[in-house]
């Protein structure tokens, strides 16, 4: 991503905007024009039609059940006076089940009342026993506020719900402990707080009759397994206090809802995926951003296509607009219009300079209305975080672009339309987002915004693979040696382990438990296994590096945010641009061991990007197919990795000003890949010469990565990979594809399952791009630490070629 994208805007001319009077848009969104009339202005403002295909999903009718007859008067009248006057059909079925005792997954659409399928028999009970407690758990805490909110509202008597979160006053956390009854946090909380302060939660954990856990389909991959975790430690504490809480899990549609959520929680689950809630008409548009007109090489750092060049001439480059830039100026448009809108932005960066680049546009039009608009993200201050939601709750703001923190069950009403900056990595997500508008029934615009990448470029020409597809499975693996060890030496602090305890945790336990043993973590006794040490583990669930790393402003000492540990090598190395609310500051210092980055406001006109280098080593192969020239493999792998050096980049031109060194330590990763092998034989009879080997293999690793999405729940940013003409452990050919995680996550198994499949859309993603010799459409990557250099699109399509002629279907 190059700020230079964002140099000039697609905004309606001026005189369109204050024709829209300025009294209508201070008072908030009216009436506004239709989906269908507004995607119309939106195409027409463009030279070249960026739509690509319009989807009409119908409205739906909704099918009411009766009050469950265990619902109190009370309970029903709270609920009546809140607006709903009886539960749709999925919402009274999960209510029943959960209420019999059974555990229960509800996995149903954005928009479907979820909430209301766990709040009925958790507050039915609460009302009838005054002992029973309940615990919520949502994967963020703005979720968690909401709930909150939504809890509160209902006034019931005696059910003191409170949030117990990093946010909480140490003051209040006493209280919550003696006194609420209705507990909302996070997986995070529980593990950190709640289970290692058990005896301090002995009251509410003997009592503990229900335990929500809210958006379940976050939980995947690594994070996942963790949380799976968690949740057996916590069933165990229960036990020892004589407690048997029932789950209620609420989950976006997804593939097997039932056996994800029993892996979640290792219990037995029914799931309940019928929607019975009425659902306004959605169009939802697939959109390209338009080519830009060619531009002298000279000029330009951006790879892209060669259009030109004769005789020595000056090559011209062609790419397109980039996501950002397009997301940017449509949500200009639409704030323009009138018309409430949410736009969801992969990277906090992003999301940042959408929402500058959107309030620029707006106030050159008309001044003052760019402050309707603001960006969301993590790593915000909780004051921060909770004015803007109520903002756009109240109307006060009129577009947000936002990471996936608002992609949840936050209650967005009145939402007109969403904007989806590059697809989401799964289908899921895309439904999710969505969702968050057309709320209330109302008919609503979705746009998803293709980025210059292969899975988006497939998409927007593939419709069928978006609207003619399941949802993905969620995949986690709670089995994962490098998630089940620290996990159970977290359980061993709050407890001593014992054989029961095994079973439990599950398949690997007794291995598990034998080298923490081996490595003097736990100390085995006739009555169990103990920790040995004073100081409990540092158990980090989301898998993001470490803990988060503090911004600090160095003139003032002011705390503006946080970045994960994980990312701070790339976007808080010294001299990073960092940007918060639209301000730009430039990193002064990184300290890792502090966990603190010191930065002073600046604006350059110059981006900062980070390139990395990668060395991988194959540890050893659980499986392999034998294809005569061609074989592929699936097994442990370590990756060492390290930021070597930042570009500085021209915002106005892109052009780059220098590559500058870095010295940050190196990371090593011991996880799962996928790798495929060539002889060099095959590939001189389909014409790859030697010397062009380097290129095919380097293309089809970019290409593979951005299409494993398609077969996996995930996105390239949880994957890696590296190809090399001839690796020391292969001794051939190889193309490596590898899980972002300690461990792995499931994603390259996955990839080893459906190869054939995975690679076929590979090959097609790569042949059907217009582009001569390579675009971010196709090979290129925006994460690639190589600069994208050597890339041989032809080549990588013959490569491509001779491993499906060779690997069996």
């Given at each position: 991503?190059?700020?230079?994208?964002?140099?000039s805007?697609?905004?309606?001319?001026?005189h369109?905007?204050?024709?829209?009077?300025?009294a209508?848009?201070?008072?908030?969104p009216?009436?506004?024009?239709?989906p269908a009339?507004?995607?119309r202005?939106?195409?027409?403002?463009?030279a070249?039609?960026?739509v690509?295909?319009?989807?009409?999903?119908?409205?739906?009718?909704?099918?009411?059940?009766?009050?469950?007859?265990?619902?109190?008067?009370?309970?029903r009248?709270?609920?009546t006076?809140?607006?709903?006057?009886?539960?749709?059909?999925?919402?009274?079925?999960?209510?029943?089940?959960?209420?019999?005792?059974?555990?229960?997954?509800?996995a149903?659409?954005?928009?479907?009342?979820?909430?209301?399928?766990?709040?009925?028999?958790?507050?039915?009970?609460l009302l009838?026993?005054p002992?029973?407690?309940?615990?919520?758990l949502?994967?963020t805490?703005?979720l968690?506020?909401?709930?909150?909110?939504?809890?509160?509202a209902l006034?019931?008597?005696?059910?003191?719900?409170?949030?117990y979160?990093?946010?909480?006053?140490?003051?209040?956390?006493?209280?919550i402990?003696?006194?609420?009854?209705?507990?909302?946090?996070?997986?995070?909380?529980?593990?950190?707080?709640i289970?290692?302060?058990?005896?301090?939660?002995s009251?509410?954990?003997?009592?503990?009759?229900?335990v929500?856990?809210?958006?379940c389909?976050?939980?995947?991959?690594v994070?996942?397994?963790?949380?799976?975790?968690?949740?057996?430690?916590?069933?165990?504490q229960?036990?020892?206090?004589?407690?048997t809480?029932?789950?209620?899990?609420?989950?976006?549609?997804?593939?097997d809802p039932?056996?994800?959520?029993?892996?979640?929680t290792?219990?037995p689950v029914?799931?309940?995926?019928e929607?019975?809630?009425?659902?306004?008409?959605?169009?939802?548009?697939?959109?390209?951003p338009p080519?830009l007109?060619?531009e002298?090489?000279?000029?330009?750092?951006v790879p892209?296509?060669?259009?030109?060049?004769?005789?020595?001439?000056t090559?011209?480059?062609?790419?397109?607009?980039?996501?950002?830039?397009?997301?940017?100026?449509?949500?200009?448009?639409t704030?323009?219009e009138?018309v409430r809108?949410?736009?969801?932005?992969?990277?906090r960066?992003?999301?940042?300079?959408?929402?500058?680049?959107?309030?620029?546009?707006l106030?050159?039009?008309?001044?003052?209305?760019g402050?309707?608009v603001?960006?969301y993200?993590?790593?915000?201050?909780r004051?921060?975080?909770?004015?803007l939601?109520?903002?756009?709750?109240?109307?006060?703001l009129?577009?947000?672009?936002?990471?996936?923190?608002?992609e949840?069950?936050?209650?967005l009403?009145?939402?007109?339309a969403?904007?989806?900056?590059g697809?989401?990595?799964?289908?899921?997500?895309?439904?999710?987002?969505?969702?968050?508008?057309?709320?209330?029934?109302?008919?609503?615009?979705?746009v998803?915004?293709?980025?210059?990448?292969?899975?988006?470029t497939?998409?927007?020409?593939?419709?069928?693979?978006?609207?003619?597809?399941?949802v993905?499975a969620t995949?986690?693996d709670?089995?994962?040696p490098?998630?089940?060890?620290?996990q159970?030496?977290c359980?061993?602090?709050?407890?001593p382990?014992?054989?029961?305890d095994?079973?439990?945790?599950?398949d690997g336990?007794k291995?598990?438990?034998?080298e923490?043993?081996?490595?003097?973590?736990?100390?085995?006794?006739p009555?169990?296994?103990?920790?040995?040490?004073r100081?409990?583990p540092?158990?980090?669930l989301?898998g993001?590096?470490?803990?988060?790393?503090?911004v600090?402003?160095?003139?003032t000492?002011?705390?503006?945010?946080?970045?994960?540990g994980?990312?701070?090598?790339?976007?808080l190395?010294?001299?990073?641009?960092?940007?918060?609310?639209?301000?730009?500051?430039?990193?002064?210092?990184?300290?890792?061991v502090d966990?603190?980055?010191l930065?002073?406001?600046?604006?350059p006109d110059?981006?900062?990007?980070?390139?990395?280098?990668?060395?991988l080593?194959?540890?050893?192969?659980?499986s392999?197919?034998?294809?005569?020239?061609?074989g592929?493999?699936l097994?442990?792998?370590?990756?060492?990795?390290?930021?070597?050096?930042?570009?500085?980049?021209?915002i106005?031109?892109?052009?780059?000003?220098?590559?500058?060194?870095?010295?940050?330590?190196?990371?090593e990763?011991?996880?799962?890949?996928?790798?495929?092998?060539?002889?060099p034989?095959?590939?001189?009879?389909?014409?790859?010469q030697?010397a062009?080997?380097?290129?095919?293999?380097?293309?089809?690793?970019h290409a593979?990565?951005?299409?494993?999405?398609?077969?996996a729940?995930c996105?390239?940013?949880?994957?890696?990979?590296?190809?090399?003409a001839?690796?020391?452990?292969?001794?051939?050919?190889?193309?490596f594809?590898?899980?972002?995680?300690p461990?792995?996550?499931?994603?390259?198994?996955?990839?080893?399952g459906?190869?054939?499949?995975?690679?076929?859309?590979?090959?097609?993603a790569i042949a059907?791009?217009?582009?001569?010799?390579?675009?971010?459409?196709?090979?290129?990557?925006?994460?690639?630490g190589?600069?994208n250099?050597p890339?041989?699109?032809?080549?990588?399509i013959?490569?491509?070629?001779?491993v499906?002629?060779?690997?069996?279907?």
């Amino acid at each position: 991503m190059t700020s230079n994208d964002f140099s000039s805007a697609r905004l309606a001319p001026r005189h369109d905007l204050e024709s829209s009077s300025a009294a209508t848009v201070s008072a908030g969104p009216g009436p506004g024009p239709s989906p269908a009339d507004l995607l119309r202005r939106l195409r027409a403002r463009g030279a070249v039609d960026p739509v690509t295909h319009v989807e009409r999903v119908p409205a739906r009718v909704g099918v009411p059940a009766p009050w469950p007859s265990w619902a109190s008067a009370e309970l029903r009248a709270a609920f009546t006076q809140r607006g709903v006057v009886a539960p749709w059909q999925h919402q009274a079925e999960a209510a029943n089940l959960a209420y019999e005792g059974e555990h229960v997954v509800v996995a149903t659409g954005t928009a479907s009342g979820k909430s209301l399928a766990y709040q009925l028999p958790a507050l039915a009970t609460l009302l009838s026993d005054p002992r029973a407690t309940v615990l919520y758990l949502a994967p963020t805490k703005a979720l968690a506020a909401d709930q909150l909110r939504a809890v509160a509202a209902l006034e019931l008597e005696g059910v003191r719900p409170a949030c117990y979160d990093g946010d909480t006053p140490r003051a209040e956390r006493e209280w919550i402990r003696r006194h609420s009854r209705f507990v909302l946090t996070n997986p995070d909380m529980l593990h950190h707080g709640i289970l290692p302060g058990h005896a301090q939660w002995s009251g509410f954990l003997r009592r503990l009759a229900y335990v929500v856990i809210d958006e379940c389909h976050t939980y995947r991959g690594v994070f996942g397994s963790h949380v799976a975790h968690v949740l057996r430690r916590l069933r165990r504490q229960c036990a020892r206090f004589g407690a048997t809480p029932v789950f209620v899990l609420a989950s976006a549609t997804s593939g097997d809802p039932a056996t994800a959520a029993g892996r979640l929680t290792g219990l037995p689950v029914t799931a309940v995926t019928e929607d019975a809630s009425p659902r306004g008409g959605v169009t939802f548009a697939l959109w390209e951003p338009p080519l830009l007109p060619p531009e002298s090489s000279a000029s330009s750092s951006v790879p892209a296509q060669t259009t030109g060049g004769h005789d020595g001439a000056t090559d011209l480059i062609q790419v397109r607009r980039s996501a950002l830039r397009e997301t940017a100026d449509l949500l200009a448009d639409t704030v323009a219009e009138g018309v409430r809108t949410l736009a969801f932005v992969r990277s906090r960066k992003g999301a940042e300079v959408v929402a500058a680049s959107a309030r620029r546009s707006l106030d050159d039009a008309v001044p003052g209305l760019g402050d309707r608009v603001a960006a969301y993200r993590g790593g915000y201050l909780r004051e921060e975080r909770r004015e803007l939601e109520r903002a756009l709750l109240h109307g006060d703001l009129l577009g947000l672009a936002s990471t996936n923190a608002l992609e949840l069950g936050v209650d967005l009403v009145g939402l007109d339309a969403v904007l989806i900056c590059g697809y989401p990595g799964t289908r899921a997500s895309l439904w999710q987002q969505a969702g968050r508008a057309g709320r209330s029934g109302q008919e609503a615009l979705a746009v998803l915004v293709a980025r210059d990448d292969p899975l988006d470029t497939y998409l927007v020409h593939h419709p069928e693979a978006i609207f003619g597809a399941p949802v993905e499975a969620t995949v986690l693996d709670p089995a994962n040696p490098y998630v089940l060890a620290p996990q159970l030496a977290c359980a061993a602090v709050e407890a001593p382990l014992t054989p029961a305890d095994l079973a439990l945790f599950g398949d690997g336990a007794k291995e598990a438990v034998d080298e923490l043993v081996a490595s003097g973590a736990l100390r085995q006794r006739p009555t169990g296994w103990y920790w040995r040490h004073r100081e409990r583990p540092e158990v980090d669930l989301r898998g993001e590096g470490g803990a988060p790393i503090c911004v600090v402003e160095s003139s003032t000492g002011r705390l503006l945010g946080t970045v994960d540990g994980g990312s701070s090598h790339f976007l808080l190395h010294p001299g990073a641009v960092y940007l918060h609310q639209g301000v730009s500051y430039v990193v002064d210092d990184l300290d890792l061991v502090d966990g603190c980055a010191l930065v002073h406001t600046e604006e350059p006109d110059w981006s900062t990007h980070a390139r990395d280098v990668t060395d991988l080593s194959v540890v050893s192969v659980r499986s392999y197919v034998d294809a005569g020239p061609v074989g592929m493999f699936l097994g442990e792998v370590d990756v060492t990795s390290q930021v070597v050096s930042y570009q500085r980049r021209r915002i106005a031109t892109g052009e780059v000003i220098d590559t500058r060194p870095l010295d940050l330590p190196t990371r090593e990763l011991r996880t799962v890949a996928v790798w495929f092998t060539l002889s060099p034989q095959s590939l001189a009879r389909a014409g790859v010469q030697s010397a062009d080997v380097p290129g095919a293999l380097h293309a089809a690793e970019h290409a593979a990565i951005g299409l494993l999405p398609l077969m996996a729940t995930c996105d390239r940013w949880d994957i890696g990979g590296l190809s090399t003409a001839v690796h020391p452990d292969t001794e051939a050919p190889t193309v490596f594809v590898y899980d972002g995680h300690p461990g792995g996550a499931g994603f390259a198994e996955r990839a080893y399952g459906t190869a054939s499949s995975w690679l076929r859309a590979t090959r097609d993603a790569i042949a059907e791009c217009g582009c001569e010799t390579g675009c971010p459409s196709c090979v290129q990557s925006p994460k690639c630490g190589n600069g994208n250099s050597p890339l041989s699109k032809p080549d990588a399509i013959r490569a491509l070629d001779v491993v499906l002629a060779n690997l069996p279907a």
